[in-house]
């Protein structure tokens, strides 16, 4: 019956050649070719939750007056938005854990792109010919953290809503067109009262499909270029050695999509995530302490608070100050991870031909180190953001910490760089055989000896007599 | 090259004006969209730029461009086909200028690619650009002008302090140390009306030049707006008489005009000068003498 039904789309679609092609793809096996998974199947879960939330979240401003069931809220004056997303949490069933579960896959989703494009920079997997696929992964990661930042300002939150004033000050600062984009985007001086509804269709719509599609371009390139490989027997530049796609990869991928997506349900279950209701709806004249974005944005609120007070005043105009840590530091740091294919192919020439076998980290002491340096400048930004924090559980004094940060900041990141590039000349100048460390074994008879030092060994490191494996 | 016909040569000069049709039609609609909007126009012009594009690319297709009859084998539906050439010489030889070149069949039927007609790629070009720019106009809907908005606030001379629940402040309700969010009356809730009223005593105060009088009996106030990056200053510390932004943690002098002394704010909070009317209530003496929050390019 099965193959009768085959032959039936065979003669209509003439499908087979690329089917069997498909089936018979090769996915090498290596555990880190996994994270760029765990980004996807994460977005796949941001979808389904996604459409969920939309039946029943309310993307208004119009204030009204609650009377649902989280009592400690009741006759207050909020907005719908916040409204819905109570009713939504409290009221609706499964709700609440949709909404958990959505948060939770938007952080996973973040991380393990970034974590995926720390893989893909570390091995340089993003040589010739996969620059633009390294574009595209940008591009994906640009867009998710816009997206994030977008869904977790919907419910109108006094969170959130402190958010999108810094967010719109950002805005004010651009030099020349500011305040019209600010205005374009908000639709008015803040907090007018369009800009939920914008983030709305820019959450639900407009970035999902840009996703959606750059996905699509991202793993259709993938498909044509085929994975890249670490070098081992067998495994050459012009050849993919590990699983078929069918059916092996096929079920180990889903299972792998069901386990990412059980961590998930996991997490929106057990572990609560952005309580709005603790927050409040937001009121422009109030501020909560301890205001932190998501983690993906921490950076960014870092770098707000630890850039010394610089604005320049000139020709009658002002250049704001938080047009260097708001605008510039973005823009230059995305510059330079777009462009780091280009960057680095000029100095190692390695566009002369297509390389397909990945490099080890400590194979490339001066893109490791340079990689780990950029990596702990942004953990500091990243844990400055959290300066007021750190201050009260600490118990030290918050200025103290800022200067300490300011100082780490340019101190850290060069101590790092050369660390990590001697760490890497170190274990690059050792052959395996070397670095294999020596394992003594005590003998039946109570002697000890350095395991292949000793005779009778079969020669493939396994000692019979006691089934002690050599380490390698 | 063969000589062109001149039946070539008027489809080509009906496609010319076409494209400057378009072209004209799309900027007639920005300036439509500019100067007010009028929907019949939009609509009217829109689609005759949209017409007149068409138009001139299917023309140029149908009438200047090799159409065949092309014959293409069908396979069973079991067989493929063999990989083409690459793209990049695919594109080069259907619509580069190298008609003359290895494969370019196009030549015996006297009729070019579609860089041999250099005029007519400019026209198409700019007529597509004007039709871009113009469906560019619309996103100037999405907000008012900017204007002096981010120059002023609701505080007028005279308008009274009200708190976050529409109470009037008497003076010298608030105790010494004592801090209150104030907006003007009528304008409860602005985000950019809201002032921080402290309330020192007379002898605290540094009282900057030109200034004299702001601060009637000790009621001092402040924008609460970060000049930073536009949080409200929410935390006033009472033993250091310091403001503090929860934000980004400026910290601001209360006793010197919230002159800032920490943190990545530049600017002083700006001070709303204060009087206390015939009633004992509170009041502005009028706006901010400089427009308060973070910084924008067109400030001075």
């Known amino acids: ?121 570390f091995t340089g997997a993003f040589r010739r010919p996969r620059e633009i696929n390294w574009i595209v992964g940008c591009s994906l990661l640009v867009l998710a953290m816009a997206n994030g930042f977008a869904g977790y300002s919907l419910p109108d939150d006094q969170l959130s809503g402190t958010g999108l004033r810094i967010a719109y000050s950002i805005a004010l600062s651009i030099p020349l067109g500011g ?76 299972g792998f999509f069901f386990l990412v997506s059980a961590v998930i349900a996991f997490l929106g279950g057990l572990a609560q995530v952005n309580p709005i209701w603790l927050y409040g709806p937001f009121r422009a004249a109030d501020v909560s302490a301890a205001s932190q974005p998501d983690w993906y944005v921490g950076w960014l609120d870092g770098a707000l608070r630890v850039f010394p007070p610089w604005e320049i005043r000139a020709f009658g105009h002002t250049v704001p100050g938080v047009f260097f840590p708001g605008v510039l530091l973005p823009t230059v740091s995305f510059g330079l991870l777009f462009g780091w294919p280009f960057i680095e192919a000029r100095f190692t020439r390695e566009n002369d031909r297509e390389y397909h076998l990945l490099n080890r980290p400590r194979e490339r002491p001066v893109r490791t180190g340079i990689g780990a340096g950029v990596i702990s400048f942004y953990v500091i930004l990243f844990l400055a953001a959290g300066s007021d924090v750190l201050a009260t559980v600490f118990d030290v004094s918050v200025t103290g910490l800022l200067v300490a940060f300011r100082v780490a900041l340019l101190a850290v990141p060069p101590v790092v760089t050369y660390v990590t590039y001697r760490l890497c000349k170190e274990a690059g100048s050792l052959s395996d055989e070397e670095v294999a460390p020596p394992v003594v074994v005590r003998t039946p008879s109570g002697g000890y000896l350095v395991e292949g030092e000793r005779h009778g060994n079969g020669g493939d490191g396994v000692d019979r007599a006691d089934g002690i494996r050599e380490k390698r | 090259m063969t000589e062109t016909s001149r039946a070539e040569r008027r489809t080509e000069r009906a496609i010319a004006l076409a494209l400057v049709l378009s072209t004209v039609a799309a900027l007639g609609l920005a300036v439509v969209y500019a100067t007010g909007g ?85 026209l198409l070009v700019g007529a597509a650009g004007a039709l871009g720019v113009a469906a560019l106009f619309p996103v100037r809907s999405l907000g008012p002008d900017p204007g002096r908005t981010l120059f002023r606030t609701s505080w007028r001379a005279g308008s009274r302090l009200v708190t976050e629940e529409g109470r009037l402040v008497r003076a010298g ?128």
């Open chain 1, 1 to 121: 019956m099965i193959k009768r039904l085959n032959r039936w789309f065979d003669d209509r679609l003439g499908a087979s050649g690329f089917v069997r092609t498909a089936l018979n793809k090769v996915f090498p096996d290596h555990w880190s070719f996994m994270l760029g998974e765990v980004a996807l199947y994460a977005f796949l879960l941001l979808l389904l939750t996604g459409i969920y939330l939309t039946f029943f979240f309310e993307p208004s401003l119009k204030e009204v007056v609650y009377h649902g069931a989280y009592r400690p809220l009741r006759g207050v004056e909020m907005s719908q938005a916040y409204e819905s997303t109570l009713r939504l949490s409290f009221e609706v069933r499964a709700g609440m854990v949709m909404r958990q579960m959505h948060h939770w896959a938007a952080i996973v989703f973040l991380a393990a792109i970034v974590v995926h494009v720390g893989r893909v920079f």
């Open chain 1, 179 to 254: 305040t019209w984009v600010a205005y374009l985007l908000f639709g008015g001086e803040f907090p007018a009262d369009s800009i939920i509804s914008r983030l709305f269709v820019i959450h639900v719509l407009i970035l999902p499909a840009l996703i959606l599609g750059l996905l699509g371009a991202h793993m259709a390139i993938l498909w044509r270029q085929k994975h890249t490989q670490f070098a081992g027997p067998g495994k050459a530049e012009d050849n993919v050695v590990g699983s078929r796609l069918w059916p092996s990869y096929a079920l180990k991928s889903t």
């Open chain 2, 38 to 122: 009028q929907v019949q126009l939009e609509g009217a012009l829109l689609g005759t730029s949209l017409a007149a594009l068409g138009w001139a690319l299917a023309a140029w297709g149908k009438h200047l461009l090799p159409s065949g009859p092309f014959v293409q084998q069908r396979h069973g539906m079991a067989e493929t086909d063999p990989d083409p050439a690459p793209v990049s010489r695919l594109v080069d030889e259907r619509t580069g200028e190298a008609s003359s070149g290895p494969g370019a069949g196009a030549d015996t039927e006297g009729l070019g690619a579609v860089g041999r007609r250099p005029f007519l790629v400019k």
């Open chain 2, 173 to 300: 309700e608030l105790e010494v140390g004592g801090v209150l969010t104030v907006f003007p009356e009528g304008h409860m809730g602005e985000a950019d009306a809201q002032t921080l009223l402290i309330r020192a005593t007379d002898d605290d105060l540094q009282t900057r030049p030109g200034r004299a009088g702001w601060a009637p009996g000790g009621h001092v106030a402040y924008s609460k707006v970060c000049t930073h990056a536009g949080c409200p200053v929410g935390l006033y510390q009472v033993a250091t008489r310091q403001l503090l932004c929860p934000c980004h943690q400026s910290l601001f002098d209360v006793i010197d005009g919230a002159r800032p002394v920490f943190g990545p704010a530049t600017r002083s909070l700006p001070q709303l000068a204060l009087l206390i009317d015939d009633d004992g209530y509170l009041a502005a003496q009028g706006d901010y003498d400089e427009p308060i929050g973070p910084g924008f390019w067109e400030r001075p």
